[in-house]
């Protein structure tokens, strides 16, 4: 053997009581789990690793990251290695690097840059789903990178690759592209296909088109992840579209960040769940993520309505120079509320700047629009225009529009897993990004008892696991993959907070990827042992 955990807590990821046991590792996986009390000689290794009160657990699936270029940029990718993240779910929300051409790249670097940066520091020597997932197993120097990596194709970046910008339906030709497009991406190893139906130009496919894309992903036995139109006004009516274009093309469906936010929607969870629940009882494959903060994080272009992003980022700095179209803008979101925004007028001092690309402007971060605008003594608008303008779309912020109550009630849910859309770039980020898998177990679990803690390790492991049709991951077993957290049930917690968002968590001192050490004694080792997931071929 080559490391043994003596006596420990084992939390398997079933969901079933816990028990103690002497757990040992070699090549990679789980070898032998002897219970206490079991008889016969106890395994033995060449580390020895004693519990002194910890619970071992599977590594934790991080079902919506926002690590596309983070994994490349980053080797040491704290973020998520300390948070016991032992493999991350990337290209959500429908945009992302791949499948691109030399145009489609250029344009979704820039549009999504308040997500990833600029990428001026990346070779992107890729273009196609393949490419782009050896480059990931390539890693630094070809050791590979901090943790394991799923992929989902973006649906708004093949329409952008497929048609560009335009706000109208596909044509059959493009349709057919864009089916071909996906079919490619899931043979070369995506697991699923994401969309972003609030950003441009994912929200201009109708329902008819998303539908035919996901009897692709269908076809492979992969999963839809619609980020979808509305988490406002129209959420629940949003829901029930995705729930029903995925029952009619047959494809599986995890909702992505399922929250029910804004003021029309507080104490409104129970509807939600009553309409999956209903879904589910009739056969429907369904499962969901949510992170355990209340306030959202996007960018702040993000916020417009659709007509005033149609063309890409070029396109929309013009309309926003443009007095008249931009007082158009200013109209919609103020006063009907734009799509954009959730079809709820935008409440400027619920929006905080979190980052900005350009350095010269950050002392906009950490203030609300409104507070930002007081102190200059003009209108909100007058100021978000500027910031959006000089900052070249680059600018994110948090959202402060959540329910608390919402918050507790979707978590409990039977399909429920977790994710921490943490959007890493920007001087304030959200702390979800840093904090979210410690935040269940210090203060969902230990502090409020909201989930007890072997029913919140099932949540962050074994269902996103069988989620991603992973046979050998998310639970501990022998001969299942040695992807382990080792933590403090009594003392585990986010470190990360809105005033000091990159703050590491405590009470998680070993994270092993493949049986290797990343995280040891709770500082991160020099080990890169993640490696993309792949959807494996059969299906197609």
């Known amino acids: ?99 691109v051409d030399d145009r489609t790249l250029a344009e979704v670097r820039a549009q999504i840059t308040g997500w990833n940066g600029d990428g001026s520091d990346i070779d992107f020597s890729w273009r196609t789903v393949g490419e782009y997932l050896d480059r990931l197993d390539h890693g630094f120097d070809g050791a590979g990178i901090a943790v394991n990596a799923a992929y989902l194709i973006p ?20 349709l057919a592209r864009m089916r071909q497009l996906v079919a490619e991406g899931l043979e ?35 999963y839809y992840c619609p980020h979808h139109r509305s988490y406002g006004a129209g959420a629940l009516q949003a829901y029930e579209e995705m729930v029903g274009l995925t029952r009619e093309a047959g494809c599986a469906l ?38 355990p903060y209340t306030p959202g994080c996007t960018t702040l272009v993000a916020m417009l309505p659709s007509w005033a ?18 007082e158009r803008i200013r109209h919609v979101m103020e006063v009907d509320g734009a799509d954009g925004c959730h079809g709820v007028p935008i409440e400027w001092d619920a929006i905080e700047i979190s980052g900005v690309s350009d350095p010269g402007l950050a002392g906009c971060v950490g203030k609300t629009l409104a507070r930002s ?30 329910h608390e109550d919402n918050v507790r009630q979707i978590m ?52 996103p696991a069988a989620r991603l049709r992973l046979p050998d991951r998310g639970l501990v077993r022998e001969g299942h993959r040695a992807d382990l957290v080792l933590f403090d049930p009594d003392t585990v917690a986010a470190g990360s907070t809105y005033e000091a968002p990159r703050t590491l968590p405590s009470g998680i001192p070993h994270v092993l990827i493949d049986g290797r050490f990343v995280i040891e004694d709770g500082r991160r080792t020099d080990v890169l042992a993640g490696r993309t997931v792949r959807r494996v071929p059969g299906r197609g």
């Open 309 to 326: 992003s149609e063309g890409g980022p070029e396109a929309i700095l013009a309309r926003l120079r443009d007095d008249a179209t931009a």
């Open 373 to 402: 605008a007081a102190e200059r003594g003009e209108e909100p608008w007058v100021t978000a225009r500027r910031l959006l303008i000089d900052d070249r779309l680059g600018s994110t912020i948090l959202q402060h529009v959540g």
């Open 1 to 99: 053997m080559d490391t043994v955990f003596r006596d420990v807590r084992v939390i398997d990821g079933s969901g079933g009581p816990s028990y103690r046991a002497d757990v040992a590792l070699a090549d990679g996986r789980i070898a032998e789990i002897r219970r206490e009390g079991a008889g016969g000689p106890r395994p033995s290794a060449t580390r020895t690793v004693a519990a002194d009160g910890l619970a071992l657990s599977p590594g934790f699936i991080d079902m919506h990251a926002h690590s596309d270029l983070a994994l490349l940029r980053d080797p040491a990718h704290e973020a998520k290695a300390a948070q016991g993240v032992t493999l991350e779910v990337i290209g959500q929300d429908g945009l992302s690097y791949a499948p």
């Open 188 to 222: 070369q190893g995506a697991v699923g296909l994401s969309s972003g139906l609030t950003y441009t130009p994912g929200m201009y496919a109708s329902d008819a088109e998303l539908t035919e894309l996901c009897r692709v992903v269908a076809r492979y036995d992969g």
């Open 254 to 291: 995890h909702l992505a960040h399922a929250t029910m936010n804004f003021g029309v929607n507080k104490g409104r969870a129970p509807e939600l769940l009553t309409l999956l629940d209903r879904a589910l009882d009739t056969g429907a494959d369904i499962s969901l993520d949510t992170y």
């Open 412 to 463: 409990r849910h039977r399909v429920h897993t977790g994710g921490s859309d943490g959007i890493l770039q920007g001087f304030k980020p959200h702390p979800r990004a840093y904090g979210t898998f410690p935040q269940y177990l210090g203060r969902y679990v230990r502090e409020l008892g909201v989930l007890s803690l072997e029913e919140c390790v099932a949540h962050l492991t074994s269902r």
């Open 155 to 174: 649906q708004g970046t093949v329409r952008m690759l497929a048609l560009g910008w335009d706000s109208r339906d596909a044509t059959p030709a493009e």
